[in-house]
């Protein structure tokens, strides 16, 4: 059971010592057909402080934590999710998000049960209307693994049993009698441990009623068990599309070939994947961690689709980091790998205000009629920000077209403002330096290489005078073949 690798995960999934999925001592004779069976894994799951004690290296203090904090926040882990724990490593980031520790215990004191309010937005069991178009229905509290920094961890104290037939009766009535709800979220909890039956009684209920146009469904199980993603349990969803799936990785070591396999089966059913992940210190609060997962996402065609700044629930405060380090990392992602490797970063409102987006600063300062924006790479450029006028417009008195004054270099944000310049590129950019080395070849950058051979003139029987190669404008012809594949 391998993670998935790539170049740029290399720090990320199995090393050399821990090739493959380490099946703890307690586990290793198991076969792979038990592994791999939801019952087993359910039948297994590590409940206690006694049972991680016989997997991991705790302290006595560590134990005693852990059976308090299991009395008031519940814990659970599945054989599986918790296999990909390093056992070495008391910092490991898949144990911070899912085995109460020490600190847990501390930050009780701090942080709210229900951050986001839902509780104040709710019109029938379960059923959350927050935004204008759209609802939360949370169908159980049952999760096969639970994780501490949870927003609806409150639930975990009562039953998990999922809803009876007449909440899940009533929250239907009240979506069938609003026309306005185009799109329903069924959320938990985890919806697909529910069992098949239950499961599609709601799906069917949401789909009868003719203005909802789609159902999302919000479920960690192709993380944590991702063997619950069966041939069954997709045939049915497939049966209510459009359905979207929104799972929730946090880090590249949760991509493994088991959640590859599952996300797999899921595309194949026509139903697209989304992930949320959360902003978790110690976990993935880095870039190059970030980096590895967005990436290492799409490699399994699964989109990263939002970043959630870790709402202020009770017991996460040594989870949660600043804004600013979100934005850090979103200043690192943004231009430096894939458009749509990029998740939107948003911070959810306290007490039920919603989702606000936010990005790093790329207008740096406004005149009347320009803009002076900022890209990835720190080049401001002034943007004329005015509706495109007429040719006509632009004639002098003398019948001539008025032409933009003569640009020279910007020395500050003021020239770009008063439209003397129109970019200020810092020193050394990789990106420049190769246009320039380019501009000093012209016959390998362009024409050379855009002209058919057949159409390409003979050569002249004296060879012109070229251009002497420096190692600079070597590299930049190397790397324009490459671009055009010659
Ligand atoms: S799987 Fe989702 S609902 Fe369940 S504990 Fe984790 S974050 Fe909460």
Excluded at 124 to 142: E, N
Excluded at 182 to 187: H, I, M, N, Y
Aim: aromatic share 6%; hydrophobic share 35%.
């Amino acid at each position: 059971m391998d993670r998935l690798r790539s170049p740029e995960a290399s720090g990320f999934g199995p090393s050399g010592s821990r090739a493959g999925r380490q099946r703890y001592d307690a586990w290793r004779d198991i076969p792979s057909s038990q592994w791999l069976s939801v019952r087993w894994q359910l039948q297994n799951t590590v409940r206690t402080a006694a049972d991680v004690g016989r997997l991991l290296p705790l302290s006595d203090a560590e134990q005693a934590s852990i059976d308090r904090l299991g009395q008031s926040y519940r814990f659970a882990v599945t054989p599986y999710y918790f296999s990909l724990i390093d056992p070495e490593d008391p910092h490991d980031p898949i144990r911070r998000m899912i085995v109460p520790s020490i600190e847990e215990e501390v930050d009780l004191e701090l942080g709210e049960v229900d951050p986001l309010g839902e509780k104040a937005d709710q019109v029938a069991p379960g059923l959350t209307h927050r935004y204008p178009d759209r609802v939360l229905f949370v169908v159980t509290s049952f999760c096969t693994s639970y994780c501490r920094f949870c927003i609806r961890k409150r639930n975990w104290r009562g039953s998990d049993a999922a809803r009876s037939t007449e909440e899940v009766d009533q929250a239907l009535a009240y979506i069938r009698s609003h026309p306005e709800i185009r799109d329903v979220l069924v959320s938990g909890g985890d919806p697909l441990t529910l069992p098949l039956s239950q499961l599609e009684y709601v799906l069917r209920g949401i789909r009868e009623i003719p203005h909802v146009e789609i159902v999302r469904i919000g479920s960690r199980e192709p993380v944590m068990l991702p063997m619950r993603i069966e041939p069954e349990l997709v045939a049915m969803l497939e049966r209510y599309s459009p359905l979207w799936v929104n799972t929730h990785f946090n880090h590249p070591n949760e991509l493994t070939q088991e959640a590859a396999a599952a996300i797999d089966r899921l595309l194949r059913a026509g139903i697209p994947v989304n992930n949320q992940s959360v902003l978790l210190a110690g976990v993935n609060d880095s870039l190059e961690v970030m980096k590895a997962l967005v990436q290492g996402l799409l490699r399994i065609r699964v989109r990263p689709y939002y970043l959630y700044h870790c709402d202020d629930v009770k017991g996460t405060a040594h989870l949660r980091t600043s804004i600013r380090r979100g934005l850090e990392i979103l200043e690192g992602l943004r231009g430096h790998t894939t458009g749509f490797a990029v998740p939107t970063y948003v911070v959810d409102a306290p007490d039920g205000g919603g989702k606000i987006p936010l990005m790093p600063n790329y207008l740096v300062s406004q005149g009347e009629r320009t803009l002076v924006l900022r890209n990835f790479e720190g080049v401001l450029v002034s943007v004329a920000d005015e509706a495109p006028v007429a040719a006509a417009a632009k004639i002098n008195g003398d019948g001539q077209l008025r032409r933009r004054r003569t640009r020279r270099p910007a020395q500050s944000v003021s020239d770009l403002l008063a439209d003397e310049s129109q970019r200020l590129v810092p020193a050394g950019l990789p990106h420049y330096e190769r246009r320039e080395a380019l501009r000093s070849e012209p016959e390998t950058a362009g024409a050379a290489a855009s002209v058919s051979p057949a159409a390409r003139p003979e050569p002249p029987s004296t060879p012109a005078p070229r251009t002497p190669r420096t190692p600079r404008t070597r590299r930049a012809a190397r790397d324009l073949r490459v671009i055009q594949g010659s």
